[in-house]
């Protein structure tokens, strides 16, 4: 008995504590699950080098050099011009968006002037409120563009000096903070708002007030409402503590209408803590609340955007990134922020966060039981 | 006697494959306390829950307070008051915020009036500002059943509501239930202790989810049938022996120095205590069947039903 370890006891609590690991299938299939997910996910998913970067062309005159040029930037495997005849207000409207990360333009006066041998020059615009995501692409540009344009000239006629104009918009300096800072808002302001609302019924349940409560004569939208209101305040202050810090510690820039900002974040809070209380539902206690609130938090963190480009993931991915509302949120939030974008131009976000919290509150509203069944 | 304040009938409540509430039928009279009484597990909570409208039936129908069980639980919730097993208020608030909470869920006017008047009526006013949480099991109690009564029910529906409660502290909680009975309050009070059973006009005996007594105390006592008999004396751990498995002996339950014997034939019961009696050297008498004879007697009968 004044042994110190005494195998058979050793034993007996190592059979307990796996009779309890199985019993509780939600964490064991955490366990199991989780890494495979990830693993499958992120790997296939992220990359640092990203191409396949969505790119508008406004050329008026589509010429022969054009092509040519425009062709050789696509097998670099960089560029895809998914919108390949834009006119300038277009472009503009794309690349504010986030619809596009470069913008190719090309003079109409480009041909007339390869063939006279005089120096042309062309204009790309690059979004670079994320610097890592265009340097690639544009370090390649230089050379790839003016191959091209030897090639289709001709051996006889020697191509002239090819003038590449890069204009990296919206953050010049190539400022990582302008990009992660806004972000951050809204990775922070997930982490906590779902977190807490995610525990506030599970709570109840957990002590037994649920009973109480549910005898009492309370309305399920009156019980959601009831404990998604003063979340919604503490992340009112979250909002405010983020916004006044990004402006003062690291000087964001705040090009974009407040009130859009403001509208912005409130939907998206909404739609957290919406969320939130949809996994409160489904929990039967604090601790698989915190499970799920995590198992959400992750892939959204991976795939929104946030952490690695969104446009350079491979198409599956970016339709997963849909479906997590920080990934609109982060392109709504940099684009009025940093883009100076109207709400005309981010309405899809709207959209995208409407549905959201129209979608999770039915959601939660189905769930929440009225009874104790 | 006017509409009853709850008749429920053929109530069938399943979790999974297991009938926890068995086809109960069950009327209680307006002003009446009713017990209800079973072993643990019997479904009286669950009883309990589904006439207030915190669970679905899986079968039956019934109205309380003249609401159908079914389709108005907004009406019911609204004019029952019903205080759960374990405490279920908020330990985190307050006397007062809890009880201030309460008010305002069932929409009371003159809230704060209403409130401490009843802080007044616990005798917990200079306590108000105390958590919840840090009140011992007796105040919780009081706490909870003046929370259930705030909004003047008609019904009071109360899950074992002296569990881990002291013999004064429960005296005094039976005196404040009939006050309220006599106020025209109809009350249904589940519990295990006898003495508590004794304290109402009229119980309801659960076991295994079926209903399978039902009256006042002298009724299920005459209806059981049961003759009981007792042994005094030295010998009485010797007549123990002696008279386990012999004819006409069911229950035999020692008591200090006395032995009581219990059976449903009466005749084969004396002849067999009456032998035993000569044999062990102790004295046998005659006694009154208990309540609680009878209901060991009705749990085992529920046990050998389930075999």
Partial sequence: MRRLLSLTRLWTLIVKESIQMRRDRMTFGMMIGIPLVQLVLFGFAINTDPRDLPAALVSPTQDRFTRAMVSALELTGYYRFVAPDATAAEAEAMISRGDVVFVVTVPSDFGRRVEKGAEPSILIEADATDPSVASGAISTLGTVAQEALRRESGVSVPAPPLNVVVHRRYNPEGVTQYNIVPGLLGVILQLTMVMMTAMALTRETERGTMETLLSMPATPLEIMLGKVVPYLAVGAVQVAVVLISAKALFSIPMVGALSVILAGVFLFVLALVILGYLISTVARTQMQAMQMTFFFFLPSLMLSGFMFPFRGMPGWAQALGEVFPLTHFLRLIRSVMLKGADAATVSQSFVALTIFVLVLSGAALLRFRRTLD | ?307
């Fill in chain 2, 1 to 307: 006697m006017s509409a009853p304040a709850i008749r429920v009938e053929h109530l069938t409540k399943r979790f999974g494959d297991r009938t926890v509430v068995d086809d109960v039928s069950l009327e209680v009279g307006t002003g009446e306390i009713a017990g209800f009484l079973g072993p643990n597990g019997s479904g009286k909570t669950t009883t309990i829950r589904l006439m207030c409208g915190l669970l679905e039936p899986d079968g039956g129908s019934g109205r309380v307070l003249g609401h159908d069980i079914l389709r108005e639980r907004g009406a019911i919730k609204r004019r029952v008051g019903y205080m759960t097993q374990r405490f279920s208020f908020y330990e985190d608030l307050t006397i007062r915020e809890n009880l201030d909470f309460v008010a305002g869920l069932y929409g009371m006017r003159n809230r704060r009036a209403v409130v401490s008047d009843t802080l007044h009526d616990l005798g917990l006013h200079a306590r108000r500002d105390q958590l919840a949480g840090a009140l011992s099991g007796g105040w919780k109690q009081r706490l909870a059943l003046a929370a259930c009564v705030m909004h003047k029910p008609d019904l009071l529906m109360l899950d074992e509501p002296t569990a881990g409660v002291d013999p004064k502290a429960r005296r005094d909680f039976w005196d404040e239930i009939h006050r309220l009975a006599a106020e025209g309050l109809t009350v249904l009070v589940s519990t295990h202790y006898m003495d508590e059973a004794e304290r109402c006009h009229r119980i309801n005996y659960l076991s295994y989810g079926k209903l399978v007594a039902r009256g006042t105390v002298a009724e299920v006592v005459r209806d059981a049938g049961l003759t009981t008999v007792i042994l005094e004396g030295q010998g009485t751990a010797q007549a123990a022996r002696l008279l386990r498995g012999q004819p006409g002996v069911e229950q035999i339950a020692p008591f200090g120095n006395s032995l009581h014997v219990v059976g449903r034939d009466g005749a084969a019961l004396r002849d067999t205590a009456r032998r035993v009696a000569g044999q062990s050297g102790t004295r046998m008498t005659e006694a009154e069947t208990s309540l609680e004879d009878v209901f060991i007697q009705l749990m085992g009968d529920a046990q050998d039903n389930m075999a």
